[in-house]
């Protein structure tokens, strides 16, 4: 069984990141938890808000999320079954980050599944927000949806890189798994920022991949653009791209495609789920 965690805040953008997830796993055995982290609230200062008693915890704010999850319980069986899916449910207080982490180590969890709420919702997903802190904070492989995204077919899964770093096999396989699940075509993507030659290391790293993904669809482009997020937006238009991958371990490079400040005209935010990928 696949151990998947779906954080939920209740919102409409939650409940379509946990229908695409189902979706997206339909021919698969999983386990999905699906969680609500009564996150406690920092003040300006960033110190902790007041000390809740355990009586408080479970008499109000805890029992109050069960009760919450016990309705989407009943929404989820709304849904058409598949006999291939469990869903468990937990009501969590506590640092939104840390008890997230220790979910993880505590469930044996392969994927986290998070929604992503429109242009503005990601342009504060820049370190402050919810997902972005998932993302940068939480060592577990991340999907990502867009409030706009719905879940049809995943022909075509990009996968940009600035060629620098070579990746572990666990990373490659991952993306393999995603690829071979889908019957997708992969498409490699460079941003050069004036048209130059790739090093001999950028050469041997892409070299590695079309080699590693060679029994299947994969192809290597090349863009020329000032700004990466500005290129991967226009080759995610021209190829019409199902889902981008990228990974965590390249944290300055994810950071200029997902949290720059102009990301507002990024519209791939809005529609096109991405999966970042930890080692």
């Excluded at 695409?20 to 969680?35: E, L, P, R, W």
């Excluded at 920092?42 to 000390?51: I, L, N, R, V």
């Excluded at 291939?84 to 986290?112: M, N, R, W």
């Amino acid at each position: 069984m696949k151990n998947i965690l779906i954080p939920t805040d209740f919102s409409d953008n939650a409940w379509n990141a946990l229908v695409y997830g189902i979706s997206f796993y339909q021919k698969t055995h999983c386990n999905f938890h699906i969680v609500h982290v009564n996150a406690i609230n920092t003040t300006a200062s960033g110190e902790a808000a007041m000390y809740v008693s355990p009586e408080i915890l479970e008499t109000s704010i805890l029992a109050e999320s069960r009760e919450q999850l016990k309705a989407l319980s009943k929404k989820i069986e709304q849904l058409p079954l598949n006999v291939k899916h469990e869903f468990h449910f937990k009501a969590i207080y506590g640092f939104l980050t840390d008890q997230l982490k220790d979910f993880v180590k505590e469930k044996s969890i392969e994927l986290i599944i998070m929604g992503t709420k429109g242009a503005s919702g990601l342009q504060s997903v820049a370190m402050g927000s919810n997902t972005g802190n998932v993302i940068t904070k939480v060592p577990c492989t991340l999907l990502a949806v867009p409030e706009d995204a719905t879940y049809d077919k995943v022909e075509e899964v990009g996968f940009p890189s600035d060629l620098n770093l070579s990746y572990d096999v666990r990373i490659l396989d991952t993306i393999k798994d995603i690829i071979l699940l889908k019957k997708s075509a992969l498409r490699l993507l460079y941003v050069s920022s004036k048209g130059e030659e790739l090093s001999a290391n950028q050469l041997k790293i892409k070299n590695l991949f079309l080699d590693y993904y060679k029994e299947m669809e994969c192809t290597f482009h090349e863009v020329t653009g000032k700004h990466i997020d500005e290129s991967v937006q226009c080759f995610t238009e021209s190829r019409d791209l199902d889902m981008l991958i990228m990974v965590a371990k390249n944290l300055n490079f994810l950071e200029r495609i997902l949290f720059r400040p102009t990301v507002e005209k990024i519209s791939y935010h809005t529609k096109v789920p991405f999966l970042v990928i930890h080692e």
